[in-house]
């Protein structure tokens, strides 16, 4: 989303009188597309729908149901999520960062905190989803680690090679097949697995 363009947020509130607050709220802060879901029935289908940028829930007295689908929406959209309370307990408040809750905040909302808890909300959201994406991006290069040694010492037993030279002949046939290290080594592993 660029810059200078206003960020798209739904709010997810059953009140229609809390829900106008809020809208008023978030257009003074000058957050211009913004829209309201008052079902909570089907509600993933209905933030899917409108494919927000920021997602902004507000519960008066939660229940535990109505919590768990809103920490079930929060884990799904992968979307910055603040979410406002009256009133809560540890337990609530542990369980919304686990469900990926960007802002939770207990003690309702005031018209003139919306904006720096939304730009608090999104930056939140976005460190978080750069670690997740690191730690992706980590596991998958140990993955094809394993995936490599193992395929190397299958070559080296096959070949009667050191482990050198087993990972510079996996190197030049991935060049030469134009294809990742990784795939070739798991081509070498998937047919030693049927050799056996």
């Known amino acids: 989303m660029p810059a200078d363009q206003s960020p798209k947020i739904v709010i997810v509130d059953e009140s229609p009188i809390r829900a106008a607050i809020l809208e008023e709220g978030l257009r003074e802060a000058g957050y211009v597309d913004v829209q309201h879901i008052r079902e909570m029935h089907n509600l993933l289908a209905r933030v899917y ?18 919590l768990e689908q809103m920490f079930q929406v929060s884990r799904a959209v992968r979307r910055p999520v603040a979410m406002f309370v009256d009133q809560s307990d540890a337990e609530s408040a542990r369980a919304s960062v686990e469900a990926g809750v960007s802002s939770y905040i ?3 909302l005031k018209k003139e ?3 720096p808890i939304l730009d608090l909300c ?17 596991k998958s290069a140990l993955e094809e680690r394993k995936i490599i040694d193992r395929a190397k010492g299958i070559v080296m037993k096959l070949k009667g090679l050191n482990e050198e030279e087993a990972y510079v002949l996996l190197r030049s046939t991935a060049m030469r097949e ?6 070739i080594a798991q081509s070498i592993i998937t047919a030693a697995e049927l050799l056996k």
């Open 122 to 138: 999104i930056s939140r959201f976005n460190a978080f989803s750069k670690l997740q994406d690191e730690l992706e991006r980590t």
């Open 178 to 183: 134009k294809k990742k290290i990784g795939e």
């Open 113 to 115: 905190r919306i904006k």
């Open 49 to 66: 729908a409108l494919d927000p940028d920021v997602i902004v829930i507000d519960l008066e007295n939660p229940s535990r149901d109505v």
């Open 106 to 108: 207990v003690d309702g």
